[in-house]
Each structure stands twice: as C-alpha cells, then as structure tokens.
C-alpha cells in the first residue's frame, strides 16, 4: 500500500548535508560513552569518578550540544513526518536534559559550599560559602534530568534499530 503522504527526501549517500562528519560521528560516540558512565556513577559509592569525570566532561558536552543547536539538526530521513516529528522531539530533548545536567552539575559544588575536587589530586575552592535552598533545587533538577535522558536513550536506540532492519539506501550510514 502506497502511502499517501509524500515525504521524499534524499539519503545521506546522495546529499552529503544529511550525514555526520567524522568528528561529529567520534563527539556523538564519545559523549553517548561518557553520559553512559555518568549515569552508571551517580550513586553513592562511585560519587567521586562521577563529579570528578563529570566536571572534567561538562565543557566539551556543553560544547557538543552548542555546535549542534549552531550547526542545526541533519535533514530528515525519508520516512512518515510522524517519525521525523519523534525522532526530532528526542533529539531536542537529549540535547537539554545534557544541557541541564552539566550546568546543574557544575554549579552543586558551588552551591553546597564545598571545594570542587577533581578525583583525589587536587581541588579548589570557591569564594562562596554555599546556599542550601538553591543547592537542593539543583541537586533534584540534575538528578531528575539524569533519569530523564533513560527514556530518551532508549526511543533513540529504537529510532536506530529501525535504520538499521527497516533502511533505506545511505539512511543505516547516519
């Protein structure tokens, strides 16, 4: 059955726009890598690599989600706009919830009143003696924004899933 709306357009192999470039591809991978362990780190007995690793990854995550906000978005696979709409909504909202946990994560220190310590080598502290309100306010919207990119992750896996058994042409090389 054909389906009614026409959505064409071209693959990644014919409009070279549509696909990633090298760098982006290892950025993409190696921040997927370290969300990954950052969430597998955010409990008690593992803090300490998690803020450490986290303070050491918050710029080039937050660099990551500017250059794609500055680059725009890939153009859409040719597949039913509902699926682009998703696929464009999951896309959007990973970018935020990174956003708000490196920022959130990199202001907690601060407002605990605590010195920024990077694994056991050294650590700094701020001119600041803290403000517990703010800092629980943080503290819960980091830790609801790490939870929320779970969801997210998982639509995008299915989203790549789908490339990949139900592709077309240069579509499975995105």
Same mark, same amino acid.
């Given at each position: 059955?054909?389906?009614?709306?026409?959505?064409?357009?071209?693959?990644?192999?014919?409009?070279?726009?549509?696909?990633?470039?090298?760098?982006?591809?290892?950025?993409?991978?190696?921040?997927?890598?370290?969300?990954?362990?950052?969430?597998?780190?955010?409990?008690?007995?593992?803090?300490?690599?998690?803020?450490?690793?986290?303070?050491?990854?918050?710029?080039?995550?937050?660099?990551?989600?500017?250059?794609?906000?500055?680059?725009?978005?890939?153009?859409?696979?040719?597949?039913?706009?509902?699926?682009?709409?998703?696929?464009?909504?999951?896309?959007? %909202?990973?970018?935020?919830?990174?956003?708000?946990?490196?920022?959130?994560?990199?202001?907690?220190?601060?407002?605990?009143?605590?010195?920024?310590?990077?694994?056991?080598?050294?650590?700094?502290?701020?001119?600041?003696?803290?403000?517990?309100?703010?800092?629980?306010?943080?503290?819960?919207?980091?830790?609801?924004?790490?939870?929320?990119?779970?969801?997210?992750?998982?639509?995008?896996?299915?989203?790549?899933?789908?490339?990949?058994?139900?592709?077309? %042409? %240069?579509?499975?090389?995105?």
């Amino acid at each position: 059955m054909n389906d009614p709306i026409e959505h064409h357009i071209p693959t990644g192999i014919e409009d070279p726009v549509a696909n990633y470039t090298l760098i982006s591809v290892i950025a993409h991978w190696t921040g997927a890598i370290a969300i990954i362990f950052l969430f597998l780190t955010h409990e008690d007995e593992w803090l300490t690599y998690h803020v450490s690793v986290g303070m050491l990854l918050a710029v080039p995550l937050l660099a990551r989600v500017i250059y794609r906000w500055s680059k725009g978005f890939p153009r859409s696979v040719d597949q039913h706009p509902a699926l682009n709409f998703l696929s464009r909504l999951v896309m959007i %909202g990973m970018l935020l919830v990174v956003l708000v946990t490196a920022v959130t994560g990199a202001l907690l220190p601060l407002f605990a009143g605590e010195p920024y310590t990077l694994f056991a080598l050294g650590s700094w502290a701020a001119p600041y003696s803290g403000n517990q309100l703010i800092h629980a306010l943080l503290e819960e919207t980091h830790d609801a924004a790490g939870h929320v990119i779970i969801p997210l992750f998982a639509l995008h896996l299915l989203g790549f899933a789908k490339h990949m058994i139900f592709g077309k %042409g %240069g579509n499975r090389m995105r």
